[in-house]
C-alpha cells in the first residue's frame, strides 16, 4: 500500500462544466501521474509531476490540466468536460525500484 | 515508436490449467519491464517486475515472467490457474532513466472456468 487515495470515487458531471480530481499520497513520492482507463487503450498517460510546480504533458493531455502545489498532492482539472472525457482516472506514483503504484481510480461521467 | 502489445484481448483457461500471457514491446533499448493485475472496480496491482540480470522473474500469486531480449518479449506464465485469477492482466515498460515513464499495453482479459 503507497498511501495513495484519489478524491471523488464516483462523478457525475454535466459538458462544459469544470472539474477538479485529486490525488494524495502520504509517502513524500517525487514522481506522481495521472492516467485515464478506457476499454481497449489500456492506461494512458495524461500528464505527469517530477516534483512541487514541476510537470509536464503524456500522450493524451489535451483538454486537461494539472498542478502540484505540494508534495503530497496532484490535481487534475478539467476546464470544461466533454463526454470524451468520461473515463475511469487513476493517480499513481514512482516507488524507490522504479515500480509504480496505483490509486484506487476516480469513476468520471460526464453527461 | 515506443509500444507495448499484448495480443491477446480475452483468454480463457480451466482452473488448473497452465497460463500464459503474451506481451512484445518496441523500444530503443531494453526498457524496465512490469506486469500488473486488475480486478473488476480495483486499481492496478504489481505482479512482478525485470529490471536486469535473471531473465526469469518470479512474482506474486504464483506468476512468473520471462525476458527474452531477441524476441522483445515479456510473457507472463503461471503452472496452475485458480479461480481467483480472473482479472485483466497489463504488461508496461518503462523508460530506465529519467522520468520513468510508463507505456501500457490493452491488457488481456483472463475468465476462468470452473
Known amino acids: 500500500d503507497a498511501g495513495i487515495t484519489q478524491s471523488p470515487r464516483h462523478k457525475v458531471t454535466e459538458t462544459g462544466t469544470p472539474v477538479t480530481l485529486r490525488c494524495h499520497q502520504t509517502?513524500?513520492?517525487?514522481?506522481m501521474y495521472w492516467y485515464r482507463q478506457d476499454p481497449g487503450h489500456g492506461l494512458r498517460l495524461i500528464h505527469y509531476?517530477?516534483?512541487?510546480?514541476?510537470?509536464d504533458k503524456g500522450e493524451v493531455s489535451d483538454g486537461y490540466s494539472v498542478s502540484r502545489s505540494k508534495t503530497e498532492d496532484f490535481l487534475l482539472t478539467l476546464e470544461s468536460a466533454t463526454s470524451s472525457q468520461t473515463s475511469v482516472y487513476f493517480c499513481?506514483?514512482?516507488?524507490?525500484?522504479?515500480?509504480?503504484?496505483f490509486g484506487p481510480g476516480t469513476r468520471l461521467t460526464v453527461t | 515508436a515506443q509500444s507495448v502489445t499484448q495480443p491477446d484481448i480475452h483468454i480463457t483457461v480451466s482452473e488448473g490449467a497452465s497460463l500464459e500471457l503474451r506481451c512484445n514491446y518496441s523500444?530503443?533499448?531494453?526498457?524496465?519491464l512490469f506486469w500488473y493485475v486488475q480486478s473488476p472496480g480495483q486499481g492496478l496491482q504489481l505482479l512482478l517486475k525485470?529490471?536486469?540480470?535473471?531473465?526469469l522473474v518470479q512474482g506474486i500469486k504464483g506468476f512468473e515472467a520471462e525476458f527474452k531480449r531477441s524476441q522483445s518479449s515479456f510473457n507472463l506464465r503461471k503452472p496452475s490457474v485458480h479461480w481467483s485469477d480472473a482479472a485483466e492482466y497489463f504488461c508496461?515498460?518503462?523508460?530506465?532513466?529519467?522520468?520513468?515513464?510508463?507505456?501500457f499495453g490493452t491488457g488481456t482479459r483472463l475468465k476462468v472456468l470452473a
Open positions: 508496461a515498460v518503462a523508460s530506465t532513466s529519467g522520468t520513468y515513464k510508463y507505456i
Open positions: 523500444y530503443g533499448a531494453t526498457p524496465y
Open positions: 525485470y529490471f536486469s540480470g535473471d531473465t
Open positions: 499513481a506514483i514512482t516507488g524507490q525500484e522504479n515500480e509504480q503504484y
Open positions: 509517502e513524500n513520492h517525487r514522481y
Open positions: 509531476s517530477y516534483g512541487v510546480k514541476d510537470t
